[in-house]
Structure formats: structure tokens, C-alpha cells
């Protein structure tokens, strides 16, 4: 093996480095957590269940509506990517929880490795 030593609060930081670093993953992660929120929730860019699911009360609303003008417009603003590398990090534990893991793993294996190339000057 490769000694790299996988661990929950290791995957979680790392999420939360991809959404704030990588659009590809910030707009991934928005999509996947506003698939997550209940029907009338959608409806009104709220956050009134109380089920673990989906965005808090603070980020329903502007969260919402960017991944919808995301969805009908497969595009969004700079202005929104900085909401969404921002806002989104604290949804890495939902992410974590519907994410492949072992693709997760994966990639946070490589990642791993490069910053020790990049330590050691390989």
C-alpha cells in the first residue's frame, strides 16, 4: 500500500478544499445538496424542514436560486461562484454522506501524493 492513512475528518477537509478551490466541484456539490431539499422547499427558496437535508435557513434562499439559474442555464456569474466556493464548504458532511466513497478516496489518495511530490521536489 501506499501508507496513507484515510481518515472521516481528513475526507471532510478535503471536500471542503475541493468546493473552495475547484468550480467543477463547487457547482457539483451545489447541484447534489439542492437536489437534496424537499419539493415545496424548492418551491419557495426556503428551508423549512428541519431534516438534516438540503441548505440551512441562512443559504436556501440565495443558494437556491443560483443552482436553478445553474440548471436552466448550465452557467452562473463569478459573483455567484464566490457564494457558492464559500457557502458550500459547510455542506461538506451531507456531501460526504452521498458521495462515492470509494471514488472520493481516490482522488483524495492523489491528491495526497502530489502535495508530497511537491514537498520533496519530485
Same mark, same amino acid.
Given at each position: *500500500?501506499?501508507?496513507?492513512?484515510?481518515?472521516?475528518?481528513?475526507? +471532510?477537509?478535503?471536500?471542503? &478544499?475541493?468546493?473552495?478551490?475547484?468550480?467543477?466541484?463547487?457547482?457539483?456539490? +451545489?447541484?447534489? /445538496? &439542492?437536489?437534496?431539499?424537499?419539493?415545496?422547499?424548492?418551491?419557495?427558496? #426556503?428551508?423549512?424542514?428541519?431534516?438534516?437535508?438540503?441548505?440551512?435557513?441562512?443559504?436556501?434562499?440565495?443558494?437556491?436560486?443560483?443552482? $436553478?439559474?445553474?440548471?436552466?442555464?448550465? #452557467?452562473?456569474?463569478?459573483?455567484? *461562484?464566490?457564494?457558492?466556493?464559500?457557502? *458550500?464548504?459547510? &455542506?461538506?458532511?451531507?456531501?460526504?454522506? +452521498?458521495?462515492?466513497?470509494?471514488?472520493? $478516496?481516490?482522488?483524495?489518495?492523489? &491528491? /495526497?501524493?502530489?502535495? $508530497?511530490?511537491?514537498? $520533496?521536489?519530485?
Amino acid at each position: *500500500m501506499d501508507g496513507i492513512k484515510i481518515t472521516k475528518k481528513g475526507l +471532510l477537509g478535503f471536500i471542503r &478544499y475541493k468546493i473552495s478551490m475547484d468550480r467543477r466541484w463547487a457547482l457539483r456539490s +451545489l447541484v447534489v /445538496i &439542492y437536489n437534496e431539499q424537499e419539493d415545496d422547499e424548492k418551491r419557495f427558496n #426556503s428551508a423549512s424542514h428541519r431534516n438534516g437535508r438540503g441548505f440551512g435557513k441562512v443559504d436556501a434562499n440565495a443558494l437556491s436560486a443560483i443552482a $436553478e439559474r445553474f440548471k436552466r442555464y448550465c #452557467s452562473v456569474s463569478e459573483y455567484d *461562484m464566490t457564494i457558492i466556493h464559500r457557502r *458550500m464548504q459547510k &455542506y461538506s458532511e451531507q456531501i460526504y454522506g +452521498l458521495c462515492n466513497k470509494p471514488m472520493l $478516496e481516490s482522488q483524495y489518495r492523489k &491528491y /495526497i501524493i502530489s502535495q $508530497e511530490r511537491i514537498i $520533496e521536489g519530485v
